[in-house]
């Protein structure tokens, strides 16, 4: 089946504007995670869904930074009055029920704020 | 501070030779490791996993080794190809209750010399 997918893939904006990047999980996961990526570095945990709710938000890195899940599927996270600091790859990733279970990550969006 | 981390942040290796690249991790309540691929430009892709009633468990030209004593986790990739080069990250599920999130290393970057 499809695995997880990302939209858009790479986006450019402007500091100070606000972006929404989108995640479809693997269909029938309850488990929805997103994750920062900087240049060379590890993966950085941002936010954690079980469905539609988000139990655990420690990673989030500022009030700038929020995400919701619809219809325990699609994810968005948004950040507002962007900066360049928040230039990085973000990543979703999908696990059946549980984060003691396989995570598999979609592709990533490459955001870049100029 | 706790946390998951590599000895070397890169490794080199003659096509077919056998490779291993080693985790440490610091919180003894950590009991599911996973290691994942990283291609540039691609998001992680899972390889194995192990948890911590095992020692051992292999894969297809993969093995994960867990060595509970000294908190240590390798992986060992028999007759390395060309497309085994990437990014390779060990992470951790600490085993606290209701904790979803894995945490990563900063990752090996693995490079195989023809």
């Known amino acids: 089946g499809a695995g997880v997918s990302q939209s858009p893939s790479n986006k450019v904006t402007e500091k100070g504007k606000d972006v929404e990047l989108r995640c479809d999980p693997i269909s029938g996961h309850t488990a929805l995670y997103w994750y920062r990526q900087s240049l060379g570095q590890g993966l950085e945990f941002l936010i954690y869904f079980q469905g539609n709710s988000a139990p655990d938000k420690s990673g989030l890195p500022s009030d700038r930074f929020s995400a919701e899940r619809t219809g325990g599927s699609v994810s968005t996270l948004t950040i507002q009055r962007t900066q360049q600091e928040d230039s990085a790859v973000y990543l979703c990733?999908?696990?059946?029920?549980?984060?003691?279970?396989?995570?598999?990550f979609g592709p990533g969006t490459r955001l870049l704020v100029l | 501070g706790e946390s998951v981390g590599l000895h070397l942040p890169t490794l080199s290796v003659q096509e077919g030779d056998n490779s291993i690249i080693n985790c440490a991790y610091s919180?003894?309540?950590?009991?599911?490791f996973i290691w994942y691929k990283q291609e540039s430009g691609k998001g992680p892709q899972f390889i194995i996993d192990i948890r911590s009633n095992m020692d051992k468990r292999q894969g297809q030209r993969v093995t994960v080794l867990l060595n509970k004593t000294v908190k240590h986790l390798s992986l060992q990739i028999a007759a390395t190809q060309p497309g085994d080069s990437a990014v390779y990250f060990c992470a951790e599920n600490r085993g606290i209750q209701g904790a979803q999130k894995l945490v990563f290393g900063q990752g090996t970057r693995l490079t195989i010399n023809p």
């Open positions: 919180n003894s309540a950590s009991d599911y």
């Open positions: 990733a999908s696990s059946l029920r549980t984060a003691r279970e396989t995570q598999y």
